[in-house]
């Protein structure tokens, strides 16, 4: 018997998964078939399936993705809208003059679609995961008004500086369910920042999907030694309306509970941008906030196909910590600036992607759609 069960287990295991197995939702998530669509492939003969199909830039990596579509309306968030969509918060003037933005969060329980026909029991911020991008610029004071709607205790760490009673973690802002907290700091240090749940088992809320993106804008006026390029970061900027910036949050979700993932993503939905690329126009520069929150693995990484980028670990600096680079790594928790540009391309579909094999055939794939249009 103990024979039996673990080869059923071998056969539904991640590698499985791949193959077109179900997953412990119950949904089908990955196509080999579809490889018909591989037009002008030298390995194939005149006249054969392979060589005549219409060409489908789905067929990239062997036309391993998830088939079929996610419900986002049952979802309540799309994945190329959570690229852009920056949460600025309620603006107002203290009486020393400070700008204070206040922030409201809800935690609540909700199931939500990972892959086609994947569900997935989550734990949100604001009913989405990851939650809001939040958006702020060095030296303002943040409020964030969180209120537990949920079933367990949560709480909001952010990384931070910030008071101890602030942490967000027990007896300084873990709160039960239908209890309120209120988190005030100031928006120190710039950079790209990361936000989650701190409440134990700490992997089961991170995991969960409660965590978030939390960027702080540089005041260009605290760096007159790079105030053109802290311009450019500063949301609201002519300098910054320059940029194509998106936010990405490299996450996974293991669907049995067995402490290894099966679905592997950006922004939560497996090849969403694989199935709809990213539209990128070739005469701007591009900024990817990216931070990796994958329970389980060590590390993570993005890889970009035919191009090379600038890297700014945490966001903390005005000048990269590595340059002229196609791959980073991150373990948990770490983030940071990616900076490039597709000026010297012709237009196209480009891949970008994380380097270890099996994220990428388990969703963790895209493709930046490069284009002369003006949007």
Same mark, same amino acid.
């Given at each position: 018997?103990?024979?039996? $069960?673990a080869?059923? &287990?071998?056969?539904?295991?991640?590698? =499985?998964?791949?193959? =077109?197995?179900?997953?412990?939702?119950?949904?089908?998530v990955?196509?080999?078939?579809?490889?018909?669509?591989?037009? =002008?492939?030298?390995?194939?003969?005149?006249?054969?399936?392979?060589?005549?199909?219409?060409?489908?830039? @789905?067929?990239?990596?062997?036309?391993?993705?998830?088939?079929?579509?996610?419900?986002?309306?049952?979802?309540?968030?799309?994945?190329?809208?959570?690229?852009?969509?920056?949460?600025?918060?309620?603006?107002?003037?203290?009486?020393? /003059? @400070?700008?204070?933005?206040?922030?409201?969060?809800?935690?609540?329980? *909700?199931?939500?679609?990972?892959?086609?026909? $994947?569900?997935?029991?989550?734990?949100?911020?604001?009913?989405?995961?990851?939650?809001?991008?939040? @958006?702020?610029? +060095?030296?303002?004071?943040?409020?964030?008004?969180?209120?537990?709607?949920?079933?367990h205790?949560?709480?909001?760490?952010?990384?931070g500086?910030?008071?101890a009673?602030? %942490?967000?973690?027990? /007896? !300084?802002?873990?709160?039960?369910? =239908?209890?309120?907290?209120?988190?005030?700091?100031?928006?120190?240090?710039?950079?790209?920042?990361?936000?989650?749940?701190?409440?134990?088992?700490? *992997? &089961?809320?991170i995991? *969960?999907?409660?965590?978030?993106?939390?960027?702080?804008?540089?005041?260009? !006026?605290?760096?007159?030694?790079? #105030?053109e390029?802290?311009?450019?970061?500063?949301?609201?900027?002519? +300098?910054?309306?320059?940029?194509?910036?998106?936010?990405?949050?490299?996450?996974?979700f %293991?669907?049995?509970?067995?402490? #290894?993932?099966?679905?592997?993503?950006?922004?939560t939905?497996?090849?969403?941008? !694989? *199935?709809?690329?990213?539209?990128?126009? &070739?005469?701007?520069?591009?900024?990817?906030?990216?931070?990796?929150?994958? +329970?389980?693995?060590?590390?993570?990484?993005?890889?970009?196909? !035919?191009?090379?980028?600038?890297?700014?670990?945490?966001?903390?600096?005005?000048?990269?910590?590595?340059?002229?680079?196609?791959?980073?790594?991150?373990?948990?928790?770490?983030r940071?600036?990616?900076?490039?540009?597709?000026k010297?391309?012709?237009?196209?579909?480009?891949?970008?992607?994380?380097?270890?094999? +099996?994220?990428?055939?388990?969703?963790?794939?895209?493709?930046?759609?490069?284009?002369?249009? $003006?949007?």
């Amino acid at each position: 018997m103990t024979e039996i $069960v673990a080869w059923v &287990r071998n056969k539904i295991s991640r590698r =499985g998964l791949l193959w =077109g197995g179900l997953s412990a939702a119950g949904g089908s998530v990955i196509c080999a078939g579809g490889s018909l669509a591989q037009s =002008g492939h030298s390995g194939h003969a005149p006249g054969s399936p392979l060589a005549s199909a219409p060409q489908d830039h @789905r067929a990239a990596h062997g036309a391993m993705i998830t088939v079929g579509d996610v419900d986002d309306t049952r979802n309540g968030f799309e994945p190329t809208n959570l690229l852009t969509d920056w949460d600025t918060g309620t603006v107002s003037r203290l009486p020393d /003059g @400070r700008v204070l933005r206040t922030f409201e969060v809800e935690a609540l329980d *909700k199931e939500i679609e990972i892959a086609p026909g $994947v569900m997935f029991p989550a734990w949100t911020y604001n009913g989405r995961v990851p939650g809001p991008s939040f @958006r702020a610029t +060095e030296g303002d004071v943040l409020r964030i008004v969180f209120r537990n709607l949920g079933s367990h205790p949560h709480s909001m760490h952010f990384h931070g500086i910030h008071s101890a009673r602030m %942490d967000g973690v027990p /007896g !300084a802002g873990m709160i039960d369910p =239908g209890d309120e907290f209120v988190y005030e700091f100031d928006a120190r240090p710039f950079g790209c920042h990361l936000y989650h749940c701190h409440a134990l088992p700490l *992997k &089961r809320h991170i995991h *969960k999907g409660m965590y978030g993106l939390f960027v702080i804008d540089p005041d260009p !006026a605290r760096h007159p030694e790079h #105030e053109e390029v802290a311009r450019s970061r500063l949301l609201g900027t002519p +300098e910054n309306a320059q940029w194509q910036e998106f936010a990405m949050v490299m996450n996974a979700f %293991d669907t049995n509970f067995d402490n #290894e993932n099966e679905v592997y993503a950006v922004n939560t939905v497996a090849h969403a941008y !694989a *199935k709809r690329p990213i539209r990128v126009v &070739r005469d701007r520069p591009v900024r990817i906030y990216l931070v990796n929150v994958v +329970e389980f693995d060590p590390i993570n990484s993005i890889h970009l196909h !035919a191009n090379f980028f600038d890297y700014f670990d945490q966001g903390t600096t005005l000048t990269p910590t590595l340059k002229t680079v196609d791959l980073i790594m991150q373990c948990q928790g770490q983030r940071g600036i990616i900076e490039f540009t597709y000026k010297d391309h012709e237009p196209g579909l480009y891949m970008f992607h994380a380097h270890q094999s +099996e994220f990428t055939e388990l969703g963790w794939s895209g493709m930046f759609d490069v284009t002369d249009e $003006v949007a």
